[in-house]
């Protein structure tokens, strides 16, 4: 990802009224963490597993916080159990920031990463999570802001996919 | 050890603490000698103690106490890393551990029934304060200290396998209903919005 397109993510995590951000680091997003920790504006957790990264972050926002939890497209496999029997049984709102790895649109896309890519829409479908996929930087901080505001409307996790421009 | 009793004693000195607790007889004993607005009952295994880091990060200010069973804590391993590493000074657990899967109403052993140690555990993920405790006098020094004193705590309450709970009536109070009244408490007295509808 261009330095450019993950500043332009900061500022629209900025624009979108976050505050905590929990997250696992992986390989195409990962630019952004850097400069997310320069800023200062935002608390950053890392954390294990993105099971936790679900779990810590609907603590997080019920204790007020608006929650960014940044996770690999696979991290949305293992955190499916949390994200179901808390963020959506108890109705959390959590912005799911999710690199789409092995996507149509995923500029390093190999046989390591296809078979990962390839169930992630429809386990958001199963889990019935309203999703955006996001592939340029055309509208890019509204795409955001426009999620942090659904997802606290609706207080259920709402999930972006990056793919494109942001996987190369 | 009879967890029941160790609530007993409990309840009565809890104030604004933050209370989260699992899915095991616990949620239902607590639930029945509690019934604080500031009780979050989240009714699943494995999520207590990294709901409670969230809590415990977003509002410093509050002692968290987190109430988590064996099989919970053996679900999520994963978290006892990261609590070490975010080290929450206002956050204490106590892991009640009866060494089996009581809830299969058939008694399954658990791995602490076998070679695993959870305290050990925790100590070797980094959590400083972990320790075991097995008679109800030391569940209440360590508890009067995570009521009193800062500091991250993890305790193992080693307990007799109890099936008290399933004689106690069940709350009628649902899920969304737990997490309203818990946030709307919040709301009250951290004086800050957190949910807002604009119904």
Same mark, same amino acid.
């Given at each position: 990802?261009?330095?450019?397109?993950a500043?332009r993510i900061v500022?629209?995590l900025h624009d979108a009224?976050?505050?905590?951000?929990t997250?696992l680091?992986?390989?195409?997003?990962?630019?952004?963490l850097?400069?997310?920790?320069?800023?200062?504006?935002?608390k950053?957790?890392?954390?294990?597993?993105e099971?936790?990264?679900?779990t810590?972050g609907?603590?997080?926002?019920?204790g007020?916080?608006?929650?960014?939890?940044?996770?690999?497209?696979?991290?949305?496999y293992?955190s499916?159990?949390s994200?179901?029997?808390?963020?959506?049984?108890?109705?959390?709102p959590?912005?799911?920031?999710i690199a789409?790895l092995?996507?149509?649109?995923d500029?390093r896309?190999?046989?390591?990463?296809?078979?990962?890519?390839?169930?992630?829409?429809p386990?958001?479908?199963?889990?019935e999570?309203?999703y955006?996929l996001?592939?340029s930087?055309?509208n890019?901080?509204t795409?955001?802001k426009?999620?942090?505001?659904?997802?606290?409307?609706?207080?259920?996790?709402?999930?972006?996919?990056f793919?494109g421009d942001f996987?190369? | 050890?009879?967890?029941y009793?160790?609530?007993?004693w409990l309840?009565?000195?809890?104030?604004?603490?933050?209370?989260?607790?699992?899915?095991?007889?616990?949620?239902?004993?607590?639930?029945? /000698?509690?019934?604080?607005e500031a009780?979050? $009952? @989240?009714?699943?295994?494995?999520? =207590?103690?990294? &709901?409670?880091?969230?809590? #415990?990060?977003?509002?410093?200010?509050r002692?968290v106490?987190?109430?988590?069973s064996?099989?919970?804590?053996?679900?999520? /391993?994963?978290?006892?890393?990261?609590?070490? $590493? @975010?080290?929450p000074?206002n956050? =204490?657990?106590? &892991?009640?551990?009866?060494? #089996?899967?009581s809830?299969?109403?058939?008694?399954?052993?658990?791995?602490?029934a076998g070679?695993?140690?959870?305290?050990a555990?925790a100590?070797?993920s980094?959590?400083?304060?972990?320790v075991?405790v097995s008679?109800?006098?030391?569940?209440?020094?360590?508890?009067?200290?995570a009521?009193?004193d800062?500091?991250?705590?993890?305790?193992?309450?080693?307990?007799?396998?109890?099936?008290?709970?399933?004689?106690i009536?069940?709350?009628d109070?649902?899920?969304?209903?737990t997490?309203?009244?818990f946030v709307?408490?919040?709301?009250?007295?951290?004086?800050?919005?957190?949910?807002?509808?604009?119904?």
């Open positions: 990802m261009e330095q450019e397109l500043q500022s629209g009224g976050i505050d905590v951000i997250y680091p992986e390989t195409r997003l990962s630019q952004m850097p400069l997310l920790r320069d800023d200062g504006s935002f950053l957790i890392a954390v294990s597993s099971a936790e990264a679900v810590i609907a603590g997080a926002a019920l007020g916080k608006q929650v960014a939890v940044y996770m690999e497209c696979t991290g949305l293992v499916c159990y994200i179901l029997s808390i963020a959506k049984r108890f109705g959390v959590l912005l799911l920031l789409h092995g996507s149509f649109a500029q896309n190999n046989s390591v990463y296809a078979v990962s890519g390839a169930y992630v829409t386990i958001l479908d199963a889990l999570i309203q955006r996001v592939e930087g055309q890019l901080e795409c955001i426009d999620a942090g505001r659904h997802t606290q409307a609706l207080k259920l996790p709402v999930a972006l996919l793919s996987t190369r | 050890m009879i967890r009793e160790c609530f007993e309840a009565p000195l809890m104030t604004d603490q933050l209370v989260v607790t699992s899915l095991s007889g616990q949620r239902v004993e607590w639930g029945h /000698l509690s019934k604080r009780d979050l $009952n @989240l009714g699943s295994m494995g999520n =207590a103690l990294a &709901v409670g880091i969230g809590l #415990a990060l977003a509002l410093p200010q002692k106490f987190v109430f988590e064996d099989g919970s804590v053996l679900l999520s /391993l994963f978290n006892l890393p990261t609590l070490a $590493n @975010l080290n000074p956050m =204490a657990v106590f &892991v009640f551990d009866n060494q #089996a899967y809830g299969t109403r058939i008694s399954y052993p658990s791995a602490t070679k695993t140690d959870l305290a555990v100590k070797g980094g959590i400083e304060h972990s075991t008679a109800l006098a030391d569940f209440k020094k360590e508890a009067t200290a009521l009193h800062g500091g991250l705590r993890f305790v193992v309450c080693k307990i007799e396998e109890s099936v008290g709970h399933r004689n009536t069940r709350s109070v649902d899920l969304l209903e997490k309203y009244r709307r408490y919040l709301e009250r007295t951290e004086g800050k919005p957190i949910f807002q509808g604009r119904g």
